[in-house]
């Protein structure tokens, strides 16, 4: 029987930190490691089988900003088809809308952690993704008024 196949994907800093919590996870499935090239990153291929990279780059340039998030989008659908996961295991954030929404319209479920950073006030990403999410869990009690759907698991480490 073969593993089922989960992407795990998230932006450099806090948010991989939130989803390398999930790393022991990595061996029950045929999974892939998404973030953001930066040098901080760049050891993470020496550490896991399936880790590719996409463009770094944040809101806070929002004269190039744009370009690489154009360029990001393309990068995911193309590692999409290359791995056509079954799940798609986030913790946010603009890295991982694309690919969430990309996985939605082929039929992958998304499962979706809103930051632990954010105690009381949604997310970007978590706004754009909360919609089509299949399982979206919050690390703060209180965040399940703002997301009455998501299931509250506390914080994961």
């Known amino acids: 029987m073969s593993k089922k196949k ?8 806090g948010h991989l930190s939130e989803l390398m919590e999930l790393e022991s996870l990595f061996k029950y499935y045929d999974s892939c490691l998404i973030t ?3 040098s901080s990153n760049m050891a993470l291929s020496n550490k896991y089988n399936h880790v590719h990279y996409l463009v770094y780059g944040t809101k806070d340039h929002m004269l190039t900003y744009p370009f690489k998030l ?3 989008c393309f990068k995911s659908v193309y590692y999409f088809v290359k791995y056509r996961p079954r799940f798609i295991v986030t913790t946010g954030a603009h890295t991982a809308g ?5 996985g939605k319209m082929f039929g992958s479920k998304i499962i979706f952690i809103e930051s632990m950073a954010n105690s ?4 970007i990403t ?6 089509i999410a299949d399982l979206f869990v919050v690390q703060w009690k209180e965040m399940l008024k703002l997301y009455p759907k998501a ?3 506390g914080w994961i480490r």
């Open 36 to 38: 953001e090239k930066t």
């Open 126 to 131: 978590g706004k754009l993704v909360y919609p």
């Open 98 to 102: 694309p690919m969430c929404y990309i």
């Open 120 to 123: 009381s006030t949604k997310t």
């Open 6 to 13: 989960v992407m795990f994907i998230a932006s450099t800093g």
């Open 70 to 72: 154009f360029v990001n």
């Open 151 to 153: 299931v509250y698991w």
